[in-house]
């Protein structure tokens, strides 16, 4: 179907302690008394510093970025220091990945810079075989190494690895989408340097703790997420439908498949943008509204919708 109306497009060691702190003002009897209204829900998380730290508490943040730094002032360290985050694991674990939504009950793990490396590749293939994703704060880094793929032969080019340089350019601040983009008009048949920065590692060989139950393994089961958007206050929103949730990470898959990133929260975006519309010229202009500068080809839009339609008939909204 053409998309006629794109003209618009821009070229533990865990603690005790509750996670959700509150209050509320009661009498003697234990009925609830007239008066100054209830406070708003104090949201308290526990954090760690992935290769091995005390645990800390991080509270008072709206955005990637406030939590950034909020974890870097409790644990002394610069927020240019923190690579990413993990939920509930200390490990390099790409599908665990602290995006733009974070459960009540999530355990963080801050993975830090460690080791600089400088990488050169020999460009034989038009793809690399990398997915890239970033932090939300100006880190690109690698989420995925296609098997027999390129970089996959290059055993130093880690899963997590920041990549900071694309032949001495300094890449630091652009998204991932620009990253890939970079990465993908490399000529072919010439040897291209990439500095890379890999996550700080722990020191202990084996597992973390087996002393007892580690703080990753008590993963959170409430379901209320809060929400960290980057242009307004953070909210507390339940979790999707398990339906909805597939049809996202369907939106997700199709990113990479046509952009060479995963993000989960801007697949999140997209169906948002999409599940209220009524025909794909519509939803396409609402992209180009909401999302222009990724500059999106009509193909990609056309199956994301289909993505979305496909998740709106089945949770039936």
């Given at each position: ?61 709206a955005s990637i970025q406030e939590l950034y730094a909020k974890i870097a002032g409790v644990f002394d360290i610069s927020p240019a220091e923190i690579l990413y985050c ?79 340089c694309i032949n001495g350019e300094n890449i630091i601040g652009q998204r991932h989408y620009e990253v890939a983009k970079k990465l993908k008009e490399l000529k072919k ?35 209320g997420t809060l929400r960290l958007r980057s242009g307004g206050p953070a909210t507390v929103e339940e979790l999707p439908s398990e339906t909805i949730a597939k049809a ?70």
């Open positions: 179907m053409p998309l006629g109306l794109r003209g618009k497009k821009k070229a533990k060691s865990r603690e005790n302690a509750p996670l959700v702190e509150g209050e509320k003002a009661a009498g003697a009897s234990g009925q609830s008394l007239p008066g100054p209204p209830v406070p708003a829900r104090k949201l308290v998380f526990h954090a760690q510093l992935a290769h091995g730290s005390p645990t800390g508490r991080v509270e008072n943040f993990t939920l509930n694991t200390p490990k390099i674990d790409m599908k665990r990945l602290l995006g733009g939504q974070l459960g009540l009950e999530d355990f963080i793990f801050a993975h830090v810079k460690g080791l600089k490396k400088e990488v050169n590749v020999y460009k034989s293939e038009d793809s690399l075989g990398l997915t890239i994703t970033d932090n939300g704060v100006g880190y690109a880094f690698i989420k995925r190494i296609k098997d027999g793929s390129i970089i996959d032969s290059v055993k130093t080019i880690c899963v997590g690895d920041h990549i900071e048949e010439e040897l291209f340097t990439m500095t890379l920065i890999e996550p700080k590692k722990a020191f202990e060989i084996g597992p973390r703790s087996k002393a007892g139950k580690s703080s990753a393994e008590k993963i959170g089961t409430a379901r996202i990470e369907k939106v997700d898959d199709l990113l990479e498949l046509y952009m060479g990133i995963r993000d989960f929260d801007l697949a999140t975006t997209m169906f948002e943008a999409g599940k209220d519309k009524s025909n794909p010229d519509e939803f396409a202009v609402a992209v180009d509204e909401t999302l222009g500068d990724f500059a999106f080809p009509d193909e990609f839009v056309f199956d994301v919708w289909e993505a979305i339609g496909d998740g709106k008939r089945d949770d039936h909204l």
